[in-house]
């Protein structure tokens, strides 16, 4: 089935720099999605991108689907101490229903 | 209501108990899902019901057994557990199927002693 890679594991930054997480798939993804989750918390979805080259932006954070639908990133600008949590690509089978988190990135932010 | 509402927050259950996790929804959606989540690890898909039918079983033990009474309602039926079953379970809805947002509930943390 597929699988996608997503680095790195862990980010520590200090607050008010850039933090950036990529996935990576071997296969061509149908759409991707995102999610964070903050300490002790659940899943909350992001958004979702479907077309090949795409471009979101939700306030300081930005999305990118690439081109060939193979990777996808998330990029946070200026990061503040609130962004501190985990945050997953989430692939979503074709066909609906089955969706494969990423293993997730973990964002640090030092105030 | 976009809200998913799970009970109870927190089981402690010993390996010969029979319990069960609740999750509700009022949003309309038709598919609804549990995960299982360890600590520092992605939330891994285990069931998936869609219109009130099991569509996925994510090969999951039978100590595991789910129950969907209606449209708005999911149960996770626990019985015979290992320690090593241990873990934040999540529910989670979406209008139709993975193609569109799934929401989280806040999750049950399971202990089993």
């Known amino acids: 089935g597929q699988q996608v890679m997503q680095i790195p594991q862990y980010q520590h930054v200090q607050e008010g720099e850039d933090f950036t997480t990529y996935c990576n798939s071997s296969?061509?993804?149908?759409?991707i999605q995102w999610y964070k989750q903050r300490p002790g918390g659940h899943p909350v979805f992001l958004i979702q991108?479907?077309?090949?080259?795409e471009v979101k932006k939700q306030k300081r954070l930005t999305f990118q689907f690439g081109e060939a639908k193979k990777n996808s990133s998330l990029h946070i600008t200026a990061t503040q101490t609130t962004d501190v949590g985990t945050y997953f690509c989430a692939l979503v089978y074709t066909g609906g229903f089955k969706t494969i988190f990423g293993a997730g990135t973990r964002l640090f932010v030092k105030a | 209501d976009t809200e998913v509402t799970q009970t109870p927050k927190h089981l402690v259950m010993g390996m010969t108990n029979k319990k069960s996790l609740k999750c509700e929804q009022h949003?309309?959606?038709?598919?609804m899902y549990w995960y299982k989540q360890k600590a520092k690890k992605p939330p891994e898909l285990m069931f998936v019901y869609s219109y009130e039918k099991l569509s996925i079983n994510e090969s999951v033990p039978s100590r595991f057994s789910p129950e969907c009474p209606n449209s708005s309602l999911l149960n996770l039926h626990l019985h015979a557990l290992q320690p090593e079953d241990s873990a934040l379970y999540l529910c989670?809805?979406?209008?139709?199927?993975?193609?569109?947002?799934?929401?989280f509930g806040q999750g049950t943390r399971l202990t089993v002693v």
């Open positions: 991108l479907v077309k090949s080259g």
């Open positions: 949003m309309g959606h038709r598919a």
């Open positions: 989670a809805s979406s209008p139709q199927g993975g193609n569109t947002e799934a929401f």
């Open positions: 296969t061509t993804l149908s759409n």
